[in-house]
């Protein structure tokens, strides 16, 4: 296999048949009708000549599906197959002939790239279309020399995703993701009963679903609702009863999702404010290291501490990343925040009960 294409002469290598034993590799399931007319074209570009009753054997179908496929290879692709009387089997009349053109051709790059795309897909629990992957990837193993797939198999040696486990039962969201897929494209209005995490009630909902988002290890709803009568995210996890409505929808022409989600740090909108925290020397590099938000500005100072400056929409995802640094992190604006972040610490100081001379508070001072 080299760079150049999958459409390689075959003379210099013989034909390994994909029921090859002990081999461990991507085979698809059935014999899938395009996988059989590639694997017509490889015995006949061989030289091989194979007789009729080679073909039934080799592709593991009657004489007369041999016979419709060797039609729709001539017929459909112009193929120029011709049938050999002195040695009483098919060959190509022109032995360069091609199935496809060099732009068209599938390379082992490509095929492994798409194969380590197919498993960080596989990654991301619930995702609607990775069963279609899957079967596609599938099809296209079969389309290749075997040599090919199984090196793709060795790249979880090589490669891996640590991607954080998914919010909610992945089978239950895998359904619901797909329904929702599917109602976004046919513009359909469903309704759901829905959980709100800041009401703490469940209420039903009448939505016209606009997008799907992963997010933070979570699926979220885009969508218009009907009851609050504005565009609203709802997290897919806390849907229940999930049905679809006969009024479809369409998506106002000016919507953007890019827009709506506008300075949001993550999922969360609101209100826009403008942030700058200063991070000690010890998670510094770190900070300075990673893109947090488009928004992001640092500056070193002497001592070693860096100042990151953000505009964010959205005030509990920002307020929630600083609290994940503890003592490394000290808000600078905007003093709402500051405060904030500040009896969140006074809070788990008296959960835990701990006071001045305590021993995580050295000189009986907790940092305040």
Not at 225 to 251: N, P, W, Y
Not at 303 to 315: I, K, Q, R, Y
């Amino acid at each position: 296999m080299t760079q150049e294409g999958i459409c390689i002469p075959v003379e210099k290598r013989e034909w390994e048949k994909p029921q090859r034993e002990g081999a461990v590799r991507l085979k698809p399931p059935e014999r899938h009708v395009v996988t059989r007319i590639w694997r017509l074209h490889w015995l006949l570009k061989s030289g091989s000549c194979p007789s009729m009753v080679d073909l039934v054997r080799d592709l593991e179908v009657s004489k007369r599906t041999v016979e419709r496929d060797i039609e729709v290879l001539r017929d459909f692709f112009g193929a120029p197959i011709a049938f050999d009387r002195k040695r009483r089997g098919y060959i190509y009349e022109d032995p360069d002939f091609c199935l496809d053109s060099p732009d068209m051709r599938l390379t082992e790059g490509e095929f492994i790239a798409m194969f380590v795309a197919h498993r960080l897909m596989g990654e991301v629990s619930a995702f609607p279309g990775h069963d279609l992957c899957r079967r596609a990837m599938e099809k296209l193993a079969g389309l290749l020399p075997s040599a090919v797939p199984e090196k793709a198999e060795q790249i979880d040696q090589i490669i891996s995703f640590g991607i954080p486990a998914l919010r909610g039962d992945p089978l239950s969201l895998e359904e619901t993701c797909a329904r929702i897929s599917g109602a976004i494209q046919e513009r359909r209005t469903i309704t759901v009963r829905y959980y709100s995490a800041s009401a703490r009630k469940e209420t039903t909902r009448l939505i016209d679903p606009y997008h799907l988002r992963y997010s933070q290890s979570a699926w979220y709803l885009v969508g218009y609702c009907h009851t609050r009568k504005e565009v609203r995210t709802f997290a897919v996890d806390r849907m229940s009863s999930l049905g679809f409505q006969e009024e479809t929808f369409e998506i106002p022409e000016g919507f953007s999702l890019e827009a709506y989600f506008g300075k949001s740090w993550r999922i969360e909108r609101g209100e826009p404010f403008k942030a700058r925290v200063r991070f000690s020397p010890q998670v510094a590099r770190y900070i300075q290291e990673r893109q947090w938000h488009p928004s992001q500005q640092v500056k070193m100072e002497e001592d070693g501490c860096l100042v990151a400056s953000f505009e964010v929409d959205g005030w509990g995802e920002f307020k929630r990343w600083v609290l994940g640094f503890g003592g490394e992190a000290t808000v600078l604006e905007p003093q709402r925040l500051a405060r904030e972040i500040m009896e969140e610490a006074w809070r788990l100081v008296n959960r835990y009960g701990l006071g001045p001379g305590d021993a995580c508070c050295p000189g009986g001072h907790c940092g305040a």
